[in-house]
């Protein structure tokens, strides 16, 4: 990544600081989303990376205020373009929900009303948020889906959702959340079940927003693959928790974090290599989690340097470097332990 690649701080767009989302259910406490922090720069493409059920979808809906009962935001706070999210009453958050900020789902199928043609549901948009005729809307509308290669679009635009295939589908998807030109979309798992070579085509064509509109993309995935070809910037999340972000080249270089090493290690890599290598055990149960490092009972390192706090006490988000953060014991020092690894600018 070149030096004029590199996110600059006059140009923060979405800040997420210490955000709470959790779920009350059956007298449980599900901490989906616990003491999240991440910052998008505008016209960059921020990867938040992890296994399903680590949060990363709660995320996204919780910056678009669209988490219900028995859900609730319970702390933090979320901030767009200087102004709190949060804070929003709904009439206000709808003035920023779709125009400025659009969410692309995965699933597209489910997400399109399947008793309207895509071009209804498309149109739609443009008249409650421009108030234009419904013509007008009907050609920006087939204009759109030309825009995002959707083929033969005059003829498509009368289609049904079930009439499309999954990628053009997602395409749709992806000229509903393009229709007001906003300055951030939020891509969760765009490529999701889809063949290669459509995913090849979805990815190109975020590519494209992102030059033409100086648009900011979240894109949330569990593929490592597709984040090394796309983000600026990656986080990597787990049991509701970042454990580790940094500029999307130094991760993959100098990936520090245990359960991030044990990722790219399981990345197929094309080669006859063997038998792929896997991360034992599984997540914590978000509604029974451990007292200490969410990790620990996976971690090997843990047991190798006979680290004990690990079970014990939840580590703080440390940086490593100015572009590195990193959520471990194995870097990070305090009372009574000292980490066994420490970063350059702390010797």
């Known amino acids: 990544m070149s030096q004029s690649q590199k996110p600059n701080a006059k140009q923060s767009l979405l800040k997420v600081e210490g955000l709470k989302t959790h779920f009350f259910v059956d007298g449980r406490v599900v901490r989906a989303v616990d003491e999240v922090?991440?910052?998008?720069?505008?016209?960059?493409?921020?990867?938040?990376?992890?296994?399903?059920?680590?949060?990363?979808?709660v995320t996204a809906l919780s910056i678009m205020?669209?988490?219900?009962?028995?859900?609730?935001?319970?702390?933090?706070?979320?901030?767009?373009?200087?102004?709190?999210?949060?804070?929003?009453?709904?009439?206000?958050?709808?003035?920023?929900?779709?125009?400025?900020?659009s969410l692309i789902f995965q699933d597209p199928q489910v997400r399109l009303n399947p008793v309207f043609t895509v071009g209804s549901q498309l149109a739609e948009i443009f008249q409650v948020h421009y108030g234009i005729s419904r013509q007008a809307a009907f050609d920006r509308s087939v204009k759109l889906l030309e825009t995002v290669g959707i083929p033969d679009p005059l003829d498509r635009v009368h289609a049904y959702p079930h009439e499309l295939s999954g990628g053009q589908a997602q395409r749709v998807m992806i000229a509903m959340a393009l229709a007001l030109e906003p300055e951030l979309i939020i891509a969760d798992e765009p490529t999701t079940a889809l063949d290669v070579t459509i995913q090849a085509q979805i990815l190109d064509l975020m590519r494209e927003m992102r030059v033409e509109h100086s648009t900011a993309i979240l894109l949330i995935t569990h593929d490592l693959a597709v984040i090394a070809g796309m983000a600026d910037f990656?986080?990597?999340?787990?049991?509701?928790?970042?454990?580790?972000?940094?500029?999307?080249?130094?991760?993959?270089?100098?990936?520090?974090?245990?359960?991030?090493?044990?990722?790219?290690?399981?990345?197929?890599?094309?080669?006859?290599?063997?038998?792929?290598?896997?991360?034992?055990?599984?997540?914590?149960?978000p509604g029974n989690l451990p007292t200490g490092c969410r990790y620990a009972p996976r971690c090997k390192e843990r047991i190798e340097y006979g680290l004990k706090i690990c079970e014990l006490k939840l580590p703080s988000l440390q940086p490593f470097s100015p572009e590195h953060s990193i959520r471990c014991w194995l870097y990070e020092s305090e009372a009574g332990h000292e980490a066994p690894l420490s970063s350059p600018d702390r010797g």
């Not at 130094?250 to 245990?258: Q, V, W």
């Open 65 to 101: 205020g669209l988490i219900d009962e028995p859900g609730k935001i319970m702390g933090g706070d979320i901030i767009f373009d200087g102004i709190s999210l949060v804070a929003l009453a709904e009439d206000e958050l709808n003035q920023i929900r779709g125009g400025r900020i």
């Open 37 to 57: 922090d991440l910052e998008i720069f505008r016209g960059k493409v921020f990867g938040l990376v992890g296994e399903s059920g680590c949060g990363k979808t």
């Open 234 to 285: 990656v986080a990597v999340m787990y049991a509701g928790q970042i454990i580790e972000q940094a500029e999307v080249e130094e991760l993959y270089e100098t990936p520090l974090h245990p359960y991030t090493q044990g990722l790219l290690v399981s990345i197929p890599s094309g080669l006859d290599e063997g038998p792929l290598t896997s991360i034992p055990g599984s997540p914590p149960d």
